[in-house]
């Protein structure tokens, strides 16, 4: 009661512009640092969800697209000749790479949520277990495990 605290400063004249410019400083750095937080988390899952998809000719594992402000949500489906769906696999996971890379350069929290989609019909029939090359549930297991490796930095 009779004791000055910190706070006892802060109703002198004067002093309420050095308090909102302190607290537009603590803003800035939070937001900048959450931003850091979501593209690291970002570009690690792009690392981890297509090493953890199961691969017979690679649609299914080149189909993870990063996305800013919404989902990506056009299907994909197979094409019906398995050297053409190679093929188109290869070119899918290298653009969408580059667009991850991209979005862990330039990403702000302001600009929405990231989006990670895999619009391949069959995934979620992945994702159950039905191929034996990846466990049940290996999309929430590469989720954590990404998200675990920035948290470890």
């Known amino acids: 009661m009779g004791a000055k605290d910190d706070f006892d400063d802060l109703s002198k004249k004067g002093q309420t512009g050095r308090v909102l410019k302190n607290t537009k400083q603590v ?46 949500v056009d299907r994909l489906d197979r094409p019906s000749d398995a050297k053409a769906a190679r093929g188109a696999a290869s070119g899918r996971a290298a653009a969408n790479r580059a667009k991850a890379e991209g979005i862990a350069r330039s990403y702000l ?15 979620v029939f992945l994702d159950q277990g039905s191929s034996a090359q990846a466990p049940a549930n290996f999309v929430e297991r590469a989720l954590t495990a990404a998200i675990l490796s920035v948290g470890t930095r």
Do not use: C
């Not at 929290?109 to 391949?120: D, E, T, W």
């Open 109 to 123: 929290l302001r600009q929405g949520k990231v989006f990670i989609s895999n619009n391949v019909p069959y995934v």
């Open 27 to 72: 803003q800035a750095i939070l937001e900048g640092a959450s931003s850091e937080v979501v593209r690291r988390i970002q570009l690690r899952a792009m690392q981890t969800l297509p090493s953890a998809t199961p691969v017979d000719t690679g649609h299914a594992r080149s189909a993870w697209t990063p996305n800013v402000g919404s989902p990506v």
